[in-house]
């Protein structure tokens, strides 16, 4: 496929080579990011891609669908197996779109729906006025106790009784602890709600077996198909039956025409590896290395939101560092280890100058890192914050990831 490109296009050749050294050779920390096998890559650029296929398994609206029909049947089959699902939808080109289609398929324009706020770790299509989901639907937004770091249940179920809420979202993405979607599920059946959660963040944790599921807990379940869940950059939905009708009716037509087959095919092919017992050894290490990383991390003085973390993520609060969360994410991307800034809950700056660091380590374990390997990424971070204007510091780290990056080679294949 390379070479193909390099002999029609060499500058954009010439970019993807650079971008495979850039991430053969950097710490990937970013909790939404992964590295995929070289299958669901392939599957990616195939020749579905060449083919339009709107509709559904059976019920097309072009001709030719003898192997694209076959291709998406085999990724909603093994997506309900993967998650013990009644139904899915894995057309979605995002999770932001699979997010708006169960909003549209539960809810009406101007209904109250109610999600966790953006600053405290929500996302964007959670009903942040920013998104079309703050402005189609009126939204009301739950926060974080600042004091613990932690959802307060009680203030949630105090605030749905108050406001009404036709959809109460669970979910999260930057939320370093477990989320009790049972918890939720009682407070949307106790003020007449149907319950969403988001579960893009940590699907892969749910797949593997180390988080609580929602799909019990649910009437409609979104996802990216990407982060921990390892797989091609896409979204699914997930639903009890009697909300089939109303999910696929919101995809197509409501918000889609033609889904990405070559997606969905690779999608088959991710679901395939998370059947595997391989891969439940790969989410219980997710888990191990977070606990591990932010342990070091807070021995070195760091203040981690709500203390630590029980998933794949951990955010830091830089303000006893005296440090903002941009130039820190940026000296530390000149060492070679990526993460990004993020608000932290109680933050008084803005959002390009946030207070916090998120990091994550689904990326890291794809790799083969353990639990030493963290060790050594929490000193370097340290070593980072107490040199951020010394250049020759950060480099020196700098080096010192490269070499570790050698010996982990990203892999081709996890089956």
């Not at 909003?103 to 920013?130: E, F, N, Q, S």
Request: proline share 5%; aromatic share 8%.
């Amino acid at each position: 496929m390379l070479s193909a490109i390099a002999k029609s296009d060499p500058q954009v050749y010439e970019l993807i080579v650079a971008e495979k050294l850039r991430q053969e050779n950097c710490i990937r920390l970013i909790p939404s990011e992964n590295y995929v096998s070289q299958a669901v890559m392939d599957a990616t650029g195939s020749c579905f891609t060449n083919k339009y296929a709107e509709g559904y398994p059976g019920k097309r609206y072009y001709e030719g669908q003898q192997f694209t029909d076959q291709a998406e049947n085999l990724a909603i089959e093994r997506a309900k197996k993967v998650f013990s699902a009644d139904g899915a939808n894995v057309q979605p080109h995002s999770g932001s779109f699979a997010n708006m289609a169960a909003y549209c398929a539960l809810a009406a324009p101007g209904d109250t729906i109610m999600g966790l706020a953006l600053p405290h770790g929500g996302h964007l299509t959670h009903g942040w006025k920013v998104s079309y989901t703050g402005k189609f639907f009126k939204s009301v937004q739950y926060e974080l106790d600042t004091a613990t770091g932690r959802l307060d249940y009680n203030k949630i179920a105090d605030l749905a009784k108050q406001h009404k809420p036709k959809i109460l979202i669970s979910g999260s993405s930057a939320y370093p602890r477990a989320i009790d979607f049972k918890a939720f599920e009682d407070i949307a059946k106790s003020v007449g709600a149907f319950h969403v959660s988001d579960m893009a963040h940590i699907a892969g944790l749910i797949a593997g077996g180390v988080h609580m599921s929602p799909i019990p807990y649910s009437d409609v379940v979104t996802t990216t198909t990407h982060k921990s869940l390892r797989g091609p950059r896409g979204g699914m939905i997930l639903f009890k039956e009697q909300h089939a009708a109303a999910v696929n009716k919101a995809v197509f037509p409501g918000l889609q025409g033609g889904p990405h087959i070559h997606t969905i095919s690779a999608l088959a092919v991710c679901m395939g590896e998370a059947l595997t017992p391989a891969f439940k050894t790969y989410a219980a290490q997710i888990v191990a290395n977070a606990k591990r990383l932010a342990a070091k991390l807070m021995e070195y003085g760091f203040n981690l939101v709500s203390g630590g973390t029980d998933n794949h993520l951990m955010l830091i609060d830089l303000r006893n560092k005296n440090l903002s969360g941009k130039p820190f994410a940026k000296a530390l991307d000149r060492a070679h280890l990526e993460c990004n800034y993020n608000s932290v809950p109680g933050d008084t700056a803005g959002p390009f100058n946030p207070s916090g660091l998120r990091l994550g380590t689904p990326a890291t374990t794809t790799r083969g890192m353990k639990e030493p390997q963290m060790e050594l990424i929490a000193a370097w971070i340290k070593t980072v914050a107490e040199n951020i204007d010394n250049e020759a510091a950060i480099d020196k780290v700098g080096k010192e990831v490269m070499a570790l990056c050698k010996q982990f080679p990203i892999k081709e294949s996890f089956v």
